[in-house]
């Protein structure tokens, strides 16, 4: 965060603050029941440090189930009831199949950016996910934690796992928010979040997507090509975010 000076004293203080506390001028008061101020809220350094932490939490909870001993006739089992959904993606067309994970994977956020019944969901589903992973793993020869290192060799996956992260963190902050007595002024953010999640997985899906049917290729180097336009995606987000937080803060404070 950045800090401000006191137009009164000349002091600095750090952006946001009420109060200057050597000369006691009171800074206006930013309305922050709009959707501007929803939108600058989510890149705060306390909702991004949360968001960072759920998601370290929720790779090494991944790691860690992976890595759980697991028989071959368990895995066969499991790998079994999960084969036929499997091949049924990869053998749509690239565009279909890009939509059908977006919509698959949307979902899964759409529940887990709900207060309480999110958060247990998020676990839940993160447990089912490195299982199944650790089955794939054991019935190709391979350790569950090798496999799930081989996943975030590839963009799609800093796509797909940090939106669940961030929809379950957006629902830990509903529910701060019911005690701070802010839920409507949450709701506003929790819209965007959910909005911005859809996107994020929309872009995992065609990621993923275009990696399977790369995955066709003999030479398997193919793959880290999808990292180039991962690259280019994500650095113009981030020039568009900063753009719009600045002037989204700007014009709170002109109209304040």
């Not at 200057?20 to 890149?43: H, L, M, Q, S």
């Not at 929720?58 to 079994?80: D, H, K, N, R, W």
Request: aromatic fraction near 10%; proline fraction near 5%.
């Amino acid at each position: 965060m950045k800090d401000i000076q006191c137009p009164q004293c000349g002091n600095l203080v750090p952006e946001g603050t009420e109060q200057c506390p050597v000369c006691g001028y009171r800074f206006p008061a930013v309305n922050e029941d709009t959707w501007k101020a929803a939108f600058v809220r989510i890149f705060s350094r306390q909702r991004i440090l949360a968001m960072v932490l759920v998601f370290i939490g929720e790779l090494a909870l991944m790691f860690a189930l992976s890595a759980l001993p697991m028989s071959g006739s368990t895995a066969s089992q499991i790998v079994g009831q999960n084969e036929p959904s499997l091949q049924a993606v990869r053998s749509l067309p690239l565009i279909v199949r890009s939509f059908s994970i977006f919509s698959h994977n949307y979902e899964i956020a759409s529940i887990e950016i709900i207060p309480v019944i999110g958060q247990i969901f998020f676990i839940i589903s993160t447990y089912s996910t490195a299982i199944v992973l650790n089955a794939l793993a054991v019935s190709q020869g391979v350790t569950g934690p090798l496999a799930l290192l081989s996943l975030l060799l590839l963009p799609y996956s800093w796509l797909e796992l940090p939106s669940y992260a961030i929809a379950s963190t957006e629902g830990g902050f509903l529910i701060a928010s019911l005690f701070r007595r802010s839920f409507r002024k949450e709701i506003k953010t929790a819209i965007i979040v959910w909005l911005m999640v859809g996107l994020e997985l929309l872009t995992a899906g065609i990621f993923e997507s275009w990696t399977i049917a790369l995955e066709s290729s003999k030479n398997l180097g193919i793959l880290f090509i999808t990292w180039i336009p991962y690259v280019i995606i994500i650095a113009i987000f981030i020039v568009v975010v900063r753009y719009a937080v600045s002037r989204f803060r700007s014009e709170m404070k002109n109209t304040a």
